[in-house]
């Protein structure tokens, strides 16, 4: 047993603003509904599932910090205030890991410098930048200690997990957020799906907050697996060995989305698992670095309410590495 | 597993037995180790991209020859600082080796080059695939992995102009919490549009020459580069009987969240950051023999940066501070680690480094900017580097004892 606990869950998705929302489309099950994105210079809008606009302005959104926030900001800062809660928090250390990253305000200033760059705004470059997402967390919450925003394929989530864990056990920190978030935008869309066709990008956030136990029967993080990269390996072999060294536990929470050229790995790598199974992305779509917290976020729920004592993470990220955690009913 | 990780002992020390750079000084150490001792300025108008309609025309870039058809620029620059460093390390090929690097772009100019594809003839594919994958710093991270034939986790640290930092100092606690033996680690970025219009529109660039901690300075100037570190355990490093460089002995690092492109003017994570730094090294920060400040040249920086200088050592008047940024630019997620080495430089060749640029020191310096090439025998040494974002990280260095 490892001494670090979930001390909130925290989500932004395609289902919705909040937790609840997330929940109440996986508990349904069925998928949320698919957007258009315009793509311009063809007639041939691209399939993504966005965030909807909340029903209530989240609060946050005041803070002058996010007046100009990007997509992912705001759904990196929601999510990462709904995992903290109420927890006050000495030494806070915040984890914020993308892939695509702020892809809308950088399409949009490199539009304008391609247009003429004296123009250029000087409010959307520094929105540009990977930690810009972090940044806003860390002054919306006021916090001064380490800040780290990690770049990866999706997998990395668990890898910054891990992390945050490890800062947590050291003493480090005196609890951690680890976050991940994107958004979705037509350059994005259009890249993953000169790969695989059928490819749903999806947008949103997911954040955790780890923290020391504190009562019996909390949700522990009992393991994190090696990062099993692609170098000199294919995606299938790595997935396999991330399989093997994650052993067993009660419920799978995998990262199948119904695309068949890119599920295969993942598939092959857990053939032999018969039992509970529960596959966000089928739901709410290719969510990237967001995708990851949410398959956490299942596994976390389902252990919180009793519907198992362990869960498994599967993480086959597209193209760097794959990682799985297991959490357990402490 | 990545975790639990098991708890060490005590905590180990960490050598650096390699390293390696480019930068607009110059390919590998000796280049550069010169560029640097003397004072050299390495700008010159910009080559590599259409300044024609900004405020700023000059950069320090890096002369390259031609690398592989599919291999962009910051790659290049990854893979020559690498080979530097792996062949000074004597390493070889392994199946568990940490690789933590720093970079704000990775790829940046191949994601131009699709964009301007993708609008200007639609549908067109070719080429589009080929940029797509080898944008992303994790497949640069990748194929440096298969070059030098070594397997293991890959960090990716995105913390703007602290990245490099950030990155050492992440490596350098995996070895001295006793998770990795050996940990390959740095910093890299290439010049792109993007970010050169980027730093030009918020009218960071200096539209004369970068001048840091001048009381006349007029903002930054870009470079390009890479620095790589081969990091491991002391006694590993004994062990083999490899030259020890240097001991990477303490990190810190902090968050301001004052503002996302403004310091706070009191430099107050700057302070904290090199305070954490000095005490994660076991010293007093009066043990502190030379200063290698972040020093951008823009006002705001510099005047932060030395208030939290002059509060963290108290009476600073005689410590020696030089920005080399005066001489190879700001090398945003490259800096931190391009500056680690020139410190590894300061120590194991006994020079400071001058800010030559700088022609009238600001008031607010309470500290001895090095301004001409310095001979001195530093023992223990401070590198500092801040970012957009608010991320602050600070590395002491010393001569191994």
């Known amino acids: 047993m490892t001494g670090v606990v979930i001390g909130g869950i925290g989500a932004v998705s395609p289902a919705g603003w909040g937790l609840k929302a997330l929940r109440q489309a996986l508990d349904l099950g069925a998928p949320c509904p698919v957007q258009k994105l315009e793509r311009p210079g063809l007639n041939k809008p691209l399939d993504v599932r966005l965030v909807p606009a909340p029903a209530e302005r989240p609060a946050c959104f005041q803070h002058p910090r996010l007046r100009r926030g990007s997509a992912i900001t705001r759904f990196a800062v929601s999510a990462g205030i709904e995992a903290l809660g109420k927890n006050e928090v000495a030494r806070l250390g915040i984890i914020t890991c993308v892939m695509s990253g702020c892809v809308q305000y950088s399409r949009r200033f490199y539009h304008e410098v391609l247009d003429n760059p004296a123009s250029a705004s000087p409010l959307l470059f520094p929105e540009t930048v990977f930690n810009a997402p972090a940044s806003h967390l860390a002054s919306v919450l006021g916090n001064v200690s380490i800040n780290y925003t990690l770049v990866g394929d999706p997998a990395t989530f668990l890898q910054g997990l891990a992390l945050g864990a490890a800062w947590v056990d050291a003493d480090r920190v005196d609890g951690c957020l680890v976050v991940g978030a994107e958004e979705a935008d037509w350059v994005t869309s259009e890249s993953f799906r000169m790969f695989y066709k059928g490819f749903l990008l999806a947008e949103g956030a997911g954040a955790i907050y780890l923290r020391k136990p504190r009562v019996e029967s909390e949700v522990a993080l009992q393991c994190v697996t090696d990062s099993h990269n692609y170098s000199g390996r294919s995606r299938a072999e790595a997935a396999k060995a991330m399989r093997t060294q994650l052993g067993g536990g009660d419920l799978l929470v995998d990262g199948v989305q119904g695309v068949r050229p890119y599920d295969r790995a993942e598939i092959d790598a857990w053939l032999d698992w018969k039992t509970q199974r529960i596959s966000p992305k089928l739901v709410l779509g290719e969510g990237l670095m967001a995708a990851s917290p949410w398959q956490c976020i299942a596994a976390i729920d389902a252990l919180q309410h009793g519907r198992c004592s362990s869960a498994m993470v599967s993480v086959v990220g597209c193209n760097q590495q794959a990682i799985g955690a297991q959490f357990v009913r402490a | ?401």
């Not at chain 2, 620029?73 to 390493?91: G, I, V, Y």
């Not at chain 2, 992303?136 to 034939?149: I, T």
């Not at chain 2, 002995?249 to 310091?263: E, K, R």
């Open chain 2, 1 to 401: 597993m990545l975790f639990p990780v098991i708890k060490p002992v005590s905590q180990a020390r960490v050598a650096i037995t390699g390293a390696g750079l480019v930068s607009a000084l110059g390919i590998g150490w000796r280049a550069n180790a010169e560029g640097f001792r003397t004072g050299r300025v390495a700008f010159g108008p910009v080559t590599l991209f259409d300044v024609s309609r900004q405020r700023a025309k000059m950069a320090a870039e890096v002369r390259l020859a031609g690398g592989a058809e599919d291999e962009d620029r910051a790659s290049q620059l990854l893979m020559l600082a690498t080979k530097e460093a792996w062949t000074q390390a004597r390493w070889n090929p392994s199946d568990n080796l940490s690789l933590v690097l720093g970079t704000t772009s990775g790829g940046m100019s191949l994601g131009e080059a699709f964009y301007r594809q993708a609008i200007t003839t639609p549908g067109q594919r070719r080429g589009q695939p080929t940029r797509v994958l080898h944008y992303q710093p994790q497949r640069q991270a990748l194929d440096l992995a298969q070059e030098f034939g070594f397997a293991g986790p890959i960090t990716i640290i995105a913390n703007a102009c602290a990245s490099g930092a950030n990155a050492i100092g992440h490596a350098f606690e995996l070895v001295r919490s006793g998770r990795a033996e050996r940990v390959l680690t740095g910093g890299y970025d290439a010049l792109s549009h993007l970010v050169f219009a980027g730093f030009d529109s918020l009218q960071a660039l200096s539209t004369t020459q970068c001048r840091p901690f001048d009381a006349a300075r007029d903002g930054l100037s870009l470079g390009e580069g890479a620095a790589m570190l081969c990091l491991e355990n002391l006694e590993h490093a004994r062990g083999r009987g490899v030259k020890i460089l240097g001991e990477l002995a303490g990190y810190g690092a902090a968050s301001d969240p004052h503002h996302l492109t403004q310091p706070d003017p009191e430099g107050s994570a700057a302070f904290q950051a090199m305070s954490a730094a000095c005490e994660s090294a076991g010293i007093a920060p009066q043990q502190i023999d030379y200063i290698n400040a972040h020093g951008t040249g823009t006002p705001l920086n510099d005047s932060a940066e030395a208030l939290a200088i002059t509060r963290l050592l108290g009476n600073a008047s005689r410590l020696p501070v030089s920005s080399t940024k005066a001489s190879v630019g700001h090398l945003l997620g490259a800096a931190g680690a391009i500056e680690a080495v020139v410190c590894l430089m300061a120590i194991s060749e006994g020079w400071l480094p001058p800010t030559a640029t700088t022609r009238a020191t600001d008031a607010l310096c309470g500290f001895a900017l090095v301004r001409e090439p310095t001979r001195a025998e530093p023992q223990c040494v401070l590198s500092n580097s801040f970012g957009f974002g608010g991320a602050n990280a600070a590395l002491v260095l010393r001569r191994c004892q």
